[in-house]
Each structure stands twice: as structure tokens, then as C-alpha cells.
């Protein structure tokens, strides 16, 4: 059984700003993959995912309304062969060269620190699943790159790797909760119960993010069988 309930996690956190879950389906047929991002800004409120071959970017929902693009224009999901990377910044392409370049995730993110975005300091989480021949299991990570309690001299670099467990993901999200500064992610990724199918899961999150704080999601359900993936993007800007 898992130690939290996604859903009462999320009803009871206004502000959780980007989140990434990652996990099997408690049948143990799928790997699955969520990430959401939320804004307070109009500018970041301002934003849509968008599908494309081999990954998933953010986009401008209203171009004329972008006002800078640096931290919340990206590519949240790159496919590399066996290998699903999300993440909630540029640090997505930063995975992919050093994978090409026959390096690790770990090596990749030692390379990278939190955001630029004083006096947040937001943190950089980042997932990783691999996926093993035959396609009949996975292994994943998960990481989270933070100032030292908000002194931006000091960035700690934490890494998590897990095998999967039928019904199990853990989840990882930027901030506690909302605030000013808004305070970062503290401790372990949370261990929570998942369901069969992306859209369960799709469902689950949706209905529980905050409805004025909510901008999209994206749900990647892998079948271990080796049959085609099922995804969910779900924008609120439409």
C-alpha cells in the first residue's frame, strides 16, 4: 500500500508547481509517466504542451503575450530508444546530449543547478525511465537539484533510483506549497498509489490540481508488452 494518496496530496497543495510522477500501474502492465505544470503569472499561465516526433514542448498558448520565454519555454519530454526523459526544464536536452554522448542521467544533472529565478530559486526535478529487452519491466530515477534552504552559493544534488512495484509511483514537485518566496520540494518523492490507465490517472490528477492555478498535464502510459504507448495531454488554454 502506498505511504500517500495522490489525489488528497494535490487537493490539499494550492501551489505544488511542476510535478512528475513516475511508476507502474497497479495491474503491472504499464510504466507510467505524468508531469503538470501550474502558474501563478499570466505570463506562465500563458502556456500549452504540444506534441511532436520524438518529444513534447511548451508552447505560447497567446504568442502575443510572451513576455520571457527563458524558464518556461522547453521540451518536458524527449524519447531516446529504450529511455523516456522528463523533465521540468531545458535540462531535458542536457539528458539527451550526454545519453548520446554515452553518459549517464547523474553525469548529466551534475553538469546543471536550480533555476536563475532569485528569490525562488526554483529546483530542477528531472525523471528517467529505462526500459529493458524483451519490454516486459523498467527501472526509473528521479532527481531534484536545490539551493541549500534558499542560499543560492550552495546547490544539493539529490538522485533516486527505484524498480518498480505494482501500484507504486513516486512523485516529485518544485514547491511545498504556495508562499513568497514560494518554498522548495523537501525530503523523498512521495510514494503514491496509481492506477491501470492513463486515463485514470489523466482523470485523477486533472480533477485535484488547483482550478485557478492549473495549466496542462501529460500523461505517458508504456505497455511492457511492447504494444504502441497510450498519451494524454490535457490543457487548460484551449
Not at 497497479?26 to 518529444?55: C, L, P, Q, T, V
Request: glycine share 8%.
Amino acid at each position: 500500500m502506498a505511504l500517500f494518496d495522490i489525489e488528497e496530496l494535490l487537493r490539499e497543495n494550492s501551489y505544488p508547481g511542476r510535478g512528475i510522477i513516475i511508476g507502474q500501474s497497479a495491474d503491472g502492465k504499464n510504466a507510467m509517466i505524468a508531469y503538470f505544470i501550474m502558474g501563478r503569472s499570466e505570463n506562465s499561465r500563458n502556456r500549452i504542451f504540444e506534441r511532436f516526433d520524438g518529444g513534447m514542448r511548451t508552447k505560447a498558448y497567446d504568442e502575443s503575450k510572451l513576455v520571457d520565454p527563458s524558464l518556461i519555454i522547453y521540451n518536458p519530454y524527449l524519447k531516446r530508444g529504450l529511455v523516456d526523459i522528463v523533465t521540468n526544464g531545458d535540462q531535458t536536452d542536457t539528458i539527451y546530449q550526454h545519453l548520446e554522448e554515452g553518459e549517464t542521467f547523474e553525469d548529466a544533472l551534475m553538469t546543471r543547478e536550480f533555476e536563475p529565478d532569485a528569490p525562488n530559486f526554483t529546483p530542477r526535478i528531472s525523471g528517467i525511465c529505462y526500459y529493458c529487452l524483451p519490454r516486459d519491466t523498467f527501472t526509473y530515477s528521479l532527481s531534484i537539484l536545490k539551493s541549500a534552504n534558499g542560499d543560492p552559493t550552495v546547490c544539493n544534488r539529490y538522485f533516486y533510483r527505484y524498480a518498480p512495484r505494482k501500484g507504486i509511483g513516486h512523485f516529485i514537485h518544485t514547491y511545498r506549497c504556495d508562499g513568497n518566496p514560494i518554498p522548495s520540494f523537501y525530503g523523498e518523492p512521495e510514494e503514491v498509489a496509481l492506477p491501470n490507465t492513463a486515463q485514470e490517472l489523466s482523470d485523477m490528477l486533472w480533477k485535484n490540481l488547483n482550478a485557478d492555478n492549473k495549466v496542462s498535464l501529460f500523461v505517458r502510459c508504456v505497455p511492457l508488452d511492447g504494444s504502441e504507448p497510450v498519451e494524454i495531454i490535457t490543457n487548460k488554454n484551449v
